[in-house]
């Protein structure tokens, strides 16, 4: 049996930050990682989607500005080589030798609880003197439509790594997954249909910004198709079809699964410590699973914030808790991810871009706060300057009893960077009228925050 002070399970993004905070802190730490070290994120998720995306977004930028030299269309062969890149073509050594040159040991296999503080990988026995913390993130969840199982499918890693354009691609989910990938292959040519159940896509976030991406989504050719229950899938000559509800049928030669996550807790031993397979692992805001007191959590096998920047925030949190033996702490202390319940940044990497934190007008109304919200047109000098006939639209959702900020919303072409002034406002609490006399730099497409502030009545 081999000891060491904590074992992190899972070698994504967050277990390499919960791992990294432990080891810089002298405690002697196990990574154990089943695939390869980087995790969903860096090789079927953020990145490669975002790689796949960015080209696409070069171009229509272009295409806004007159006097700018463009191809009229994106070289894929290309696209895929710097993708790969950024994938490392799949190979984990790089994040390997990060680890390892932090002072974390990387132990390759399927990591299982065995017992207290005790772990087991492939036969392999570890022990902790201090705790064990999951990290084994999301695995897609495929919907219970008939027929659906048995037909040939993508799911985000294949849609991710595809190395050919699909001819006709059917993209089913109208989430995040759904509205990126759809636009990434039809910007790099394929016939793209997107099936989405709801009335808009994106359904948590303001209704204007699923009502914006849809707009963007047909301007590229994309057909999307809302209130669209899939109720069967077939295999059909060449490819998929799917069948909805009200007796449309879309097909296409490949079809992406894009219908949500579940947190990675099979095989794992859970059911041992009282928690079911398939579910998240619940934590409190030190990342400590209820009711074990050695055993700690993070990122999206805790279904709170599933988002790498949120994972890392609470790995640090976690890793923070363990070096110092925290079992408790205020909110907003180094040990406690007090911003996942009311600050959650997250940018949808679409054309045009959603960036959005805290919480819509509806969820602040329904957690019960009296709020005023102020929803106007990105339309100033910076704006325009950016790109001709540059459209966008911004909100703010503003607590009438404290009178600062708990939602921000941008919609519009490269609004992303937008983003951290709101989220810093809400996490600090920063008055409307203090937050006046941030003065956004002229002329730059921040100014919106000047007119939003003005609408509000200042
Ligand atoms: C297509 C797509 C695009 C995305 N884009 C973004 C984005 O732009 N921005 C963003 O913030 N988020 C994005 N996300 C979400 C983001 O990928 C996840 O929130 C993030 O990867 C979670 O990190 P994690 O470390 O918790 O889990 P993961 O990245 O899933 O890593 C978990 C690791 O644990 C390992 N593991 C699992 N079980 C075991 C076991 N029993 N033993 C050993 N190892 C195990 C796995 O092999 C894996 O390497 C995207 C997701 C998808 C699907
Ligand atoms: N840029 C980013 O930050 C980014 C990008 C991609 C993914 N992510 C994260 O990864 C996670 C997974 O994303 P996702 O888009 O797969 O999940 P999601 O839960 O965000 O969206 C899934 C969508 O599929 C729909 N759906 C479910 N069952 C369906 C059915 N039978 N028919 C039609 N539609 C159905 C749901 O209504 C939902 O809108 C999310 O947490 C997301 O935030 C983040």
Known sequence: MSDYDVIVIGGGPVGENAAARTAAAGLRTVLVEAERVGGECSYWACMPSKALLRPGHALAAARRVPGVPVGDRIDPVAVFARRDGFTSGWDDAGQVEWATGAGIEVVRGRARLVGERRVSVDGRELAATRAVVVCTGSVPRTPPVPGLADVPSWTSRDATSAHEVPPALVVLGGGVVGVELAQAWARLGSDVTLVVSGDRPLPRFEPFAGDAVVAGLRADGITVETGARAVSASTVDGGVALGLADGRVVSGSHLLVATGRQPATFDLGVEAFGFTPGQALPVDDLGRVSGVDWLYAAGDVTGR??????????????????????????????????????????????????????????????????????????????????????????????????????????????????????????????????????????????????????????
């Open 305 to 458: 914030a599933p988002l790498t920047h949120q994972g890392k925030y609470a790995a640090r949190a976690v890793g923070t808790a363990i070096v110092a033996g925290t079992t408790s702490a205020p909110p907003w202390s180094a040990a406690v991810a007090t911003a996942d319940h009311t600050a959650v940044p997250q940018v949808v990497f679409t054309d045009p871009e959603v960036a959005f934190v805290g919480r819509t007008a509806a969820q602040a109304r329904e957690a019960g706060l009296d709020v005023r919200v102020v929803e106007i047109d990105i339309a100033v000098a910076g704006s325009s300057l950016h790109a001709d006939g540059y459209t966008g639209r911004a909100a703010m959702v503003v607590d009438e009893r404290t009178r600062t900020l708990v939602g921000v919303t941008f919609v519009g072409p490269d609004v992303a960077e937008l983003l951290h002034a709101a989220t810093i406002a809400i996490v600090g609490e920063v008055p409307v009228d203090r937050l006046w006399h941030a003065v956004p730099a002229y002329p730059t497409i921040s100014e919106v925050w000047l007119r939003l502030l003005e609408a509000y009545g200042l």
